[in-house]
């Protein structure tokens, strides 16, 4: 019980890092095509409500899920590139909480456009194509990792109660979390 408590913990943490470092890669994109934009904790969207340049809306909305993507892939090369899972454990947090942090994003889809749908569309690929390859190239590291690294099936209570926590603060957070506008 004590490790599913910690490791809950450090995955909450991870989390909410991932939403931060997410949403800045966005602002950061923004910034460099020119734009002001308002970042949240769960989203950046621009000054006065639209892009200045078209083309912005694309590359701002790509840069979250390329972080994501990219910390995924750093955490699964770090997972299975030690020998003990104590050694993989960071890495197989990090690669699990980007799993997460897109499932839920492809999931909120069924309702409201995600950055990789958005992409996915003006890049003229359809809707689903982009969220579903992201989503599924981090399960299937996931499953991997999971594999090789054999933590057991109470990490996976552990994964789920620090990012459920986590995904549900930010989410119900957001309207009392401060902005950054830049």
């Known amino acids: 019980m004590r490790n599913i408590l910690k490791t809950s913990i450090l995955v909450f943490f991870i989390m909410i890092l991932t939403f931060v470092f997410h949403e800045l890669a966005h602002l950061l994109a923004a910034k460099a095509l020119g734009e002001n934009a308002i970042m949240s904790i ?6 006065g409500g639209a892009w200045n340049n078209p083309n912005s809306a694309t590359w701002v909305a790509a840069a979250g899920p390329a972080l994501t993507v990219l910390g995924g892939i750093f955490g699964f090369i770090w997972a299975v590139k030690r020998s003990s899972f ?8 990090i690669l699990l909480v ?3 942090h897109r499932l839920l994003a492809t999931i909120v889809s069924l309702n409201n456009a995600n950055d990789e749908m958005r992409v996915s569309m003006s890049l003229g690929l359809g809707p ?8 599924a190239m981090l399960l299937v590291m996931s499953i991997y ?3 090789k ?3 057991g099936y109470g990490y996976l209570i552990s ?8 995904s549900t603060l930010v989410v119900f957070g957001e309207p009392h979390l401060p902005t950054i506008t830049w």
Not at 42 to 47: A, D, G, K, S, T
Request: glycine fraction near 8%; hydrophobic fraction near 55%.
């Open 128 to 135: 689903w194509t982009l969220p579903i390859l992201v989503t």
């Open 159 to 166: 994964l789920w109660l620090g990012s459920s926590l986590a």
């Open 98 to 100: 980007a799993f997460v």
């Open 42 to 47: 769960n989203r950046v969207r621009p000054v």
């Open 86 to 93: 104590r050694g993989a454990s960071l890495g197989f947090n």
């Open 145 to 147: 990792a999971f594999k």
């Open 149 to 151: 690294i054999q933590p």
